[in-house]
């Protein structure tokens, strides 16, 4: 119990950086403590839409049934992709598996840590559901009492059946065993699903004419959502051990619980430590030297390296470019396949109907662009890592005879790039479906250009003065960088704050005139943190290294 205790705290300080005797580890609460209130709208959709659902209590079980079955969605959705990094692609591994303890302590101390993560993912769900379920009239203090457990125990099966299957995958396929490998597929994977997704929830939102067929479909047919929900095994007894106050199937949870528990255990015995001896971890840091020598500018040497960097290290071309392509892809597919959507082009090119006639079209377009442009921006990721993927080499921005100025417009520019490919992609869809000259995508691009330059400027900025450099392997530097959420938080803050007056004021009828006023305020934002930016990143940088 020692050996578990120990090396399951030093994993946790390692993955989460919450020592809160370091510098950095109060940083990373005062960061959780941000996410923690911007996520309280989504706590407040989720309230509602549970609340609405236990109001009529009548559908009580099914509500509660579908809330655990998404909630176990999304749990074993993160399972898949953070259970192989964690198990079998850290770093630390190396070291865990020459010390003087048993395989049963690494698996246990790296199984809490993934599970760490999925509480924190069910968090958002559970607790919502929770006060929606009591605030609904539902006071069964029993009904309470059971509902807290679950809290801790409804991803536990979804957790234990992520990790068999990956381990039985990796321990038959060597194929996947190589980490730079498996990140890429895994991306393209993830890219796959989310656009079957996105096509099936189209093609749902197509073929539901009345507003409340849904809820007809919950009263009088749920048998075809409660195949959906039953894949999660657990979630039928756990929803009715809480809405019927049954024991009975509290204690069925917790039997298939453990029965999946004795089984994650056998095959860790079985599976675990043959494949993670033999799993290999990213190359990105042994791969030869290239000599950039007479190849042009020092500038255009340097950007290339930035670039090559990016596209090359598996790790992150899988988390900030192709997850970045998502969403434009995703509505491609959807305007290519979602019925009525051919036929709203063909009504209005046959009607004659003149777009730019009848609006503003133009300054429409900058405004669209500048929204896309803040979403493109500060969804790769790129920027908002720029300083921590140098990781350990971090000193080598400062010391070189280059102007820091130009690197860090270097490192923004290629954040800036995959940002505006971002926003190109989304006017496939847009012409899709309306006709207008496609030459009037040059006012669209010059707004999505602006955004895309503040919001890669702040994400520069962000990440410049609090880069995380102690990681483990080239994922964790992306995926679990807190900077790349701050960065979100701040461009989407002042988007609010320009947004947020044209409807508290009702400024529809001068809303040409705010529009450019707000256009003018972001491009002075702009030229401000372009300016700054490298200034104060040197400063911070140099006084750290003192």
């Known amino acids: 119990m020692r050996d578990f205790l120990t090396v399951t705290k030093a994993l946790f300080k390692a993955n989460y950086g919450m020592d809160l005797k370091s510098k950095q580890g109060k940083k990373g609460i005062v960061v959780a403590a941000v996410l923690v209130v911007c996520l309280l709208p989504t706590f407040a959709l989720l309230f509602n839409m549970f609340q609405t659902g236990f109001a009529a209590h009548t559908i009580d079980l099914l509500i509660m ?170 979630v039928p007894f756990a929803a009715r051990s809480i809405v019927e106050v049954s024991f009975v199937d509290f204690l069925i949870t917790l039997a298939i619980t453990l029965i999946l528990g004795v089984i994650f255990v056998i095959c860790a015995d079985r599976l675990y430590l043959s494949a993670a001896r033999e799993s290999k971890v990213s190359s990105a840091g042994r791969k030869k030297k290239v000599s950039y020598r007479n190849q042009g500018s020092v500038s255009w040497s340097y950007w290339k390296v930035e670039f090559l960097r990016l596209v090359r290290t598996p790790a992150y071309m899988a988390n900030c470019v192709l997850s970045a392509l998502v969403m434009p892809v995703m509505f491609i597919v959807m305007a290519i396949v979602t019925p009525g959507m051919s036929e709203i082009k063909e009504m209005l090119t046959s009607q004659a109907i003149v777009i730019q006639d009848l609006v503003n079209l133009p300054l429409i377009l900058v405004i669209a662009g500048a929204a896309v442009g803040f979403f493109a921006g500060s969804l790769n990721g790129i920027s908002a890592t720029a300083f921590s993927r140098e990781g350990k080499n971090l000193d080598f921005v400062k010391y070189i005879p280059f102007d820091f100025t130009k690197q860090v417009m270097i490192k923004g520019s290629v954040g800036i790039l995959f940002s505006v490919l971002t926003c190109v992609l989304m006017l496939f869809s847009v012409h899709m479906i309306l006709p207008y000259p496609i030459w009037y995508d040059v006012f669209f691009l010059l707004g999505s250009i602006l955004t895309t330059v503040l919001v890669n400027a702040i994400a520069i900025f962000v990440d410049g003065i609090h880069p995380k450099t102690d990681w483990e392997d080239e994922t964790s530097a992306v995926k679990n960088n807190m900077n790349v959420v701050l960065e979100f938080l701040i461009s989407w803050a002042i988007l609010a704050v320009t947004v947020a007056p044209f409807f508290l004021f009702d400024l529809m009828a001068s809303w040409e005139m705010y529009s450019i006023i707000m256009l003018v305020i972001i491009l002075l934002i702009t030229i401000g943190f372009v300016i700054i930016t490298p200034k104060v990143i040197l400063k911070h940088l140099m006084q750290t290294s003192k």
């Not at 074993?76 to 079998?88: D, N, V």
């Not at 599970?115 to 769900?125: D, F, K």
């Not at 393209?188 to 989310?194: F, M």
């Open 65 to 234: 049934e579908m809330g655990f079955a998404m909630i176990c969605f999304l749990m074993l959705w993160t399972a898949l992709f953070i259970f192989p990094s964690i198990f079998y692609f850290s770093n630390d591994l190396e070291h865990l598996l020459v010390l003087p303890i048993t395989p049963r302590v690494i698996v246990a101390s790296k199984f809490v840590i993934v599970y760490v993560s999925l509480l924190l993912v069910s968090l958002l769900g559970m607790v919502p559901m929770l006060i929606a379920y009591i605030s609904a009239g539902n006071v069964n203090i029993l009904s309470i009492v059971l509902f807290i457990p679950q809290i801790l125990l409804i991803g536990a099966p979804t957790a234990f059946v992520a990790s068999i299957f990956w381990m039985i995958i990796l321990r038959l396929l060597p194929f996947f065993k190589n980490k730079d490998r498996f990140n890429m597929i895994t991306g393209i994977l993830s890219i796959g699903i989310a656009v079957l997704i996105g096509i099936g929830s189209s093609q749902l939102g197509a073929n539901v004419e009345n507003p409340m067929f849904l809820m007809d479909m919950l009263q009088n047919n749920p048998e075809n959502l409660l195949k959906i929900v039953r894949i999660f095994v657990n």
